[in-house]
């Protein structure tokens, strides 16, 4: 048991996604008002970007770009840069996915002058 | 040149799709014949590529000249080329449908709205040529958001059916995101033939087991397996009538096909984790589909709704099918996945079709149609058939291979899931039988007198394809044994 959340705390990274992943769900999922559900999700997609960012940190790496044809390539020195451009596309559809869900919600309140989702049930009845 | 033809085939609606707006700006009335148009180009273009790959074998794009495991590559093999033929001609039926005069006139929105119709139609594309599992995840999103935005735009109810579709369709894809995200870090890699080649022996950690598993809830709740289905009835009834064919026959068969895809390509037909055969949860999970779809099915009032829940136990079908670790219980499921996507369409063509006709949105009002209008029950006799499954249509060849299959693999329950599921198909469209032919109650013209060209154009079109599956089906199958076989099966 020591040794499991000894092992966790060495990787401060990993539970802060774990936490930041499960706060976005909970929002997800209690709150009524349609931008407080939107503001879980964003959380979400976010831990997600986090994690993968996470997984490609290393200490001491620099940025993979050779300065010269003649230098030794060494693999040790570099940070990963695939995850980074997963996260930018990642980071591209979050944005997109918020724009149109933004635009949903404004949609809604338009319609049904309200975005506690309790009232818009009301009102749709 | 046929090296080309899968990404031509995905440039012709993405190229138009960001041409539209600016077409549009003064020529609106020219967005409908453009977008016909393309869409009737790809068709060829498909069938072409099909053809290229049956004489030269699998085609391989490297995207900007990086090989494989480095590069982004689409892979244009047996099972993806028949999957864009069946896209291309669905799609172009769909789309003459959704022109019709039947339905209100757009004014200034017909712009934006065919520009998401080609949009999603491109992102399809690029999902079922996807050989990178980032990639795919890339296109699922691009779809989902035009089918996001197709779905709010019949306001109304359709607006929070569509927010609702939205949350649970982000939940999924970042579920998607973070198993890519687990299989990456203990791989190293995304490509999925080489994924295929470093998955087997680690198939017993936890990262790839929680990883698949992430991978397999996120696709799950995009192609509405049954217990993650909450958003499609909503989503799919109060979606606009004249786009509710293209994502009830598009959108869910092809993140089905991701996930066949990822299970047969990446993991291996018959991967085993922490000693549960996939394929058997599978197989399970299906059964269930099939059975509380049907089951849910026959119990709504709304026609839309109905035919909704169909197309779940119809997805359970497939996955029964797919399930049964043999070549004809595969084969089977990929051919009742085409046809589904044949037979979804026309259903909800003329699901919108009778809306707008005689009025009629629920099973209570179908009287209306007094049996009369020779297109309409025509056209429904014949899907029904095929929903079904009763010959000479395509619902009863593929269900007939299914059971096969699982007579091969002596899985009997597999079996007795499909045969009722098959009666409770059989049930509700007694159900709308019934009403149109049976009851005489009430005797009520029709708001048109005449059933629109492009309305009759599409019926005809699924009818005849549900039959023309039906009759050609040996060959289809035979085909597909020759030539959509995952490896290892």
């Known amino acids: ?125 | 040149m046929t090296r080309h033809l899968p990404v031509i085939l995905f440039l012709l609606p993405l190229g138009l799709a960001i041409c539209l707006p600016l077409i549009g700006i003064r020529r609106r009335e020219w967005c409908r014949p453009l977008a016909i148009g393309v869409l009737a180009a790809m068709v060829p273009v498909s069938f072409a590529n099909l053809a290229g790959v049956l004489q030269n074998g699998t085609i391989h794009y490297d995207f900007g000249g990086w090989a494989a495991p480095v590069g982004i590559e689409w892979v244009a093999d047996g099972l993806a080329s028949v999957m864009t033929v069946t896209l291309s001609l669905v799609g172009l039926v769909c789309i003459t449908f959704l022109s019709s005069v039947l339905f209100p006139y757009l004014g200034s929105r017909i712009v934006p709205f065919y520009t998401l119709v080609l949009l999603l139609i491109a992102s399809l594309t690029g999902m079922v040529f996807a050989g990178d599992l980032f990639n795919l995840f890339v296109f699922l999103e691009v779809s989902a958001l035009c089918a996001y935005a197709l779905v709010g735009l019949a306001g109304g109810k359709a607006l929070v059916a569509g927010f609702r579709y939205l949350i649970l369709g982000t939940f999924g894809a970042s579920l998607y995101l973070l198993g890519v995200g687990y299989l990456y870090a203990e791989t190293g890699t995304l490509n999925m033939a080489d994924l295929a080649q470093r998955v087997p022996p680690l198939v017993g950690s936890k990262a790839i087991a929680v990883g698949v598993l992430f991978m397999f809830i996120g696709l799950g709740i995009k192609m509405a397996l049954v217990p993650l289905h909450g958003w499609l009835p909503d989503a799919y009834t109060y979606a606009p009538d004249r786009v509710s064919p293209m994502l009830a026959s598009l959108v869910t068969k092809v993140a089905l096909y991701g996930w066949i895809r990822i299970m047969f390509w990446v993991l291996g037909a018959h991967a085993v984790v922490y000693q549960i055969p996939i394929l058997f949860l599978v197989g399970v999970l299906g059964a269930v589909a099939a059975l509380v779809g049907a089951f849910l099915a026959l119990s709504q009032t709304e026609i839309k709704r109905m035919f909704a829940y169909g197309g779940l136990s119809h997805i359970g079908l497939v996955l029964v099918g797919i399930s049964l670790g043999n070549q004809t219980g595969f084969v089977g499921g990929v051919f009742y996945l085409l046809n589904d996507a044949v037979m979804q369409a026309g259903l909800f063509f003329w699901a919108g079709a009778i809306i707008h006709l005689y009025g009629v949105r629920t099973i209570e009002d179908l009287v209306r149609l007094q049996g009369g209008a020779g297109w309409m029950s025509g056209a429904l006799v014949v899907i029904a058939l095929s929903m079904i499954g009763i010959p000479p249509t395509g619902g009863f060849f593929g269900k007939w291979y299914i059971i096969l299959g699982a007579v091969e693999a002596q899985n009997y329950l597999a079996i007795v899931a499909v045969l009722i599921a098959t009666l409770l198909t059989l049930a509700y469209f007694l159900k709308l039988f019934e009403k149109v032919f049976r009851d005489r109650s009430a005797q009520q013209p029709p708001l048109m007198r005449e059933v629109p060209l492009a309305v009759r154009i599409a019926l005809g079109a699924t009818s005849v394809g549900v039959i023309v599956l039906g009759v050609m089906s040996d060959h289809i199958v035979s085909f597909l044994l020759k030539n959509a076989l995952p490896p290892g099966l």
């Open chain 1, 1 to 125: 048991m020591f040794e499991l959340i000894g092992g966790w705390l060495q990787r401060p990274n990993y539970v802060a996604f774990v936490l930041l992943f499960l706060w976005g769900i909970y929002i997800m999922v209690t709150r009524y008002n349609l931008v407080k559900k939107l503001i879980g999700m964003y959380l979400m997609q976010t831990s997600v970007i986090f994690f993968l960012v996470t997984t490609s940190a290393k200490r001491g790496a620099t940025v993979p770009i050779l300065l010269s044809t003649t230098e030794i390539i060494q693999p040790e020195a570099y940070a990963n840069p695939l995850p980074h451009v997963l996260t930018l596309t990642a980071i591209v559809v979050g944005v997109a996915t918020l724009g149109v869900s933004l635009a949903l919600a404004d949609a809604i309140y338009k319609k049904y002058g309200s975005l506690d989702e309790e009232e818009i049930l009301k009102r749709m009845e």
